[in-house]
């Protein structure tokens, strides 16, 4: 009686454990299974690897969403930060500085590039206004008399920048202009031909400051 009572008890569960095994979703459940029937003592080692199989697609979900993704814009602010601090260093340094880069990569005092520059914005500016307004036109004459006083005063000869292109396209402007005014009078128009001569110097100079 015994030996039935323990049959009926143990045909159910193990019935009862196969569906549960064999279930989609439990293939681990089912090697378990089959290594305890047939292996018992390779339980421990079988599910040994289904925590290894589960833990290792975990881990690799998590580098894959967390590890590699998240420390981007960890890595975006930095390199964001140091271009803004060498911005700043490169911004002091330029204020303290004397010399400047030009256009065409030389380097020259800042002080001669700001007169040049003063030059031919002011002359270009006298020479394309409308002589018939007098008022607007003896503006900018003043205008253009005054930077080149200034420039001549201090740069004219100086072995720092004379034999730059630009001191050079100045020079020749400079000269056509007084060369001009001082044989026809400081009250004579401009020909055309002159003033394309100077704006066309000027032009050369600006494209070296």
């Not at 894959?64 to 602010?77: C, D, I, K, R």
């Not at 005054?146 to 400079?174: C, F, P, T």
Request: charge should be neutral; glycine fraction near 4%; hydrophobic fraction near 35%.
């Amino acid at each position: 009686m015994a030996l039935n009572l323990a049959a009926k008890i143990s045909v159910p569960t193990v019935s009862n454990t196969m569906e549960t095994v064999l279930r989609p979703g439990n293939e681990c459940k089912q090697l378990q299974f089959k290594n305890h029937v047939v292996n018992p003592s390779g339980e421990a080692l079988s599910s040994r690897r289904c925590i290894i199989a589960r833990t290792g697609a975990s881990l690799l979900a998590f580098l894959t969403f967390n590890g590699s993704l998240t420390p981007l814009p960890v890595w975006a602010e930095s390199d964001e930060q140091k271009d803004e601090d060498e911005g700043v260093v490169g911004t002091i340094k330029s204020l303290f500085d004397p010399n400047e880069k030009t256009k065409s990569g030389k380097v020259l005092p800042k002080a001669y590039l700001k007169s040049a520059r003063e030059v031919v914005k002011t002359l270009r500016e006298s020479l394309k206004e409308d002589p018939k307004d007098m008022a607007k036109f003896r503006r900018t004459a003043d205008s253009a008399k005054e930077s080149i006083r200034d420039y001549l005063s201090n740069w004219r000869g100086q072995q720092k920048v004379a034999n730059e292109e630009s001191y050079i396209e100045l020079e020749k402007a400079i000269r056509s202009l007084a060369g001009f005014y001082a044989k026809a009078g400081p009250s004579a128009p401009l020909p055309e031909e002159i003033k394309n001569e100077i704006l066309n110097d000027l032009s050369t100079a600006e494209e070296f400051l």
